[in-house]
């Protein structure tokens, strides 16, 4: 019970920051200052990092392959908005972050609205909430995140994807991804 209390309180201070945040400026630049390509897809595969996985009945540290496909929306300069998702390639145990149980997990797909800011043109900070799919079991997740990316072109930028999970009832993790963005 007591994590369930402390979820809800993540989950109402991510909340208050959004809130915040969102009401600074988020319809402050003109027509002339929005994005040429506003909408971008980014496909990245990386690695999403567990810390209390389990394997042969020991707790390690699991890095399971996965693959991310991001679309984003750029109301302005500053804000954009955007469904990110994920899958995870690997069966895995984790126990829980209350240290409660061991759950086990199919190749979880994860979906995530988010609201991201632009403290600088090709950088997106961004957080969100969503929920992660198998077959045992789904979690509601609270995300955070960065997103630094490289113009290679006009339309394509190189992107790295960092990412902080907090599933609800469940476990943390961390994802470390690259992808490619097409800007449109």
Partial sequence: MKNFYSSKLILKLLLAALISVFSLDLFGQTAEETESFPHSLTVGIGHTMVAKGIEAGDKKWLALPSWALDYNYRINPKWGIGIQNEIILSDFEVETF??????????????????????????????????????????????????????????????LGLTYDFKIEGYDSFGLSLGVEYKF
């Avoid at 240290?99 to 199919?106: A, G, H, K, L, T």
């Avoid at 609205?113 to 198998?134: D, H, I, S, T």
């Avoid at 609270?142 to 006009?154: C, M, V």
């Fill in 98 to 159: 209350d240290n409660e149980r061991v759950i086990s997990r199919s190749k979880p797909f994860s979906s995530i609205a988010v609201l991201g800011y632009y403290p600088w043109r090709e950088v997106m900070v961004f957080m969100g909430a969503g929920a992660e799919v198998a077959k045992e079991e789904s979690f509601v997740l609270l995300r955070l995140g960065a997103e630094p990316a490289w113009e290679i072109s006009e339309r394509f930028s190189l992107v």
